[in-house]
């Protein structure tokens, strides 16, 4: 069965930081370009970071550069989201997407930034 899975999305109080990741199951992510996208209540999915296959092309909404960080471990078959000084208004349901040959998306993890 091909998976990906989110993990690390919480509370968080803003100015503070989360660290997500996605990890893939039943196949392999090397081939695969990796994106974050994220979907606020009411609102339509967004992307905001993408990835190439090999990690050598980043890319990033103008709403958090500076702020988030897109990074892969081909090794550990695991894409990250690093997302620092976080905002009230990054609150939001945030998905990964593999796309190759296949177009791949995970369940979500909420990420809440609230005081």
């Known amino acids: 069965q091909l998976q990906l899975v989110e993990s690390g999305g919480g509370l968080v109080q803003p100015g503070g930081s989360l660290r997500l990741s996605c990890t893939a199951s039943?196949?392999?992510?090397?081939?695969?370009?990796m994106g974050w996208f994220r979907q606020a209540p009411g609102k339509a999915r967004e992307r905001i970071s993408c990835?190439?296959?090999?990690?050598?092309?980043?890319n990033y909404a103008d709403s958090v550069k500076g702020r988030f960080t897109i990074s892969r471990d081909n090794t550990k078959n695991t894409a990250y989201l690093q997302m620092n000084s976080l905002k009230a208004e990054d609150t939001a349901v945030y998905f990964c997407?593999?796309?190759?040959?296949?177009?791949?998306w995970g369940q979500g993890t909420q990420v809440t930034v609230s005081p």
């Open positions: 997407n593999a796309r190759s040959i296949l177009d791949l």
């Open positions: 039943g196949f392999t992510l090397e081939t695969y370009a």
């Open positions: 990835i190439s296959s090999s990690g050598g092309s980043t």
